[in-house]
């Protein structure tokens, strides 16, 4: 089993910068770096959306609304994973989880609905104001 724990969130003015933190531990060895790891977001009455992900490869996906301003990074040796948040606009106000699964990222990707990561953290809230 893996837990999750989210950090970093607050809430900021639009334009400002701000970098959420995961960090995973678990009760057995595991691999970090053989993890897909991804970001997510959603906002009240919203749908959860992919924000960014990064494979055990080491390759990055952004979703299109945070690219050029989002930046996923990776400390393997403290499993930890990164989130920057650059130029933050009130569209991004939600809360943010991060997501781990040992699974490849593109078997997930292509089977959403029918299976989904197998650990999340709790959440932290990001909130931006105009």
């Known amino acids: 089993q893996v837990q999750l724990v989210e950090s970093g969130g607050g809430s900021v003015q639009s334009g400002e910068s701000l970098t959420l933190s995961c960090t995973a531990s678990?009760?057995?060895?595991?691999?970090?770096?053989?993890?897909?790891r991804s970001w997510f977001r959603q906002a009240p009455g919203q749908a959860r959306e992919e924000v960014a992900t990064?494979?055990?490869?080491?390759?990055?996906t952004y979703n299109d609304s945070v690219k050029g301003r989002f930046i996923i990074s990776v400390d393997n040796a403290k499993s930890q994973v990164y989130l920057q948040m650059n130029d933050l606009k009130s569209s991004d106000t939600a809360m943010y989880y991060c997501?781990?699964?040992?699974?490849?990222?593109?078997?997930?990707?292509?089977?959403?609905?029918?299976?989904?990561?197998?650990?999340w953290g709790q959440g932290t809230q990001v909130t931006v104001s105009s």
């Open positions: 997501a781990a699964d040992p699974r490849l990222c593109r078997y997930l990707r292509a089977h959403r609905g029918q299976t989904d990561f197998r650990y």
């Open positions: 678990a009760s057995s060895g595991y691999i970090f770096q053989n993890y897909c």
């Open positions: 990064i494979d055990s490869d080491g390759s990055i």
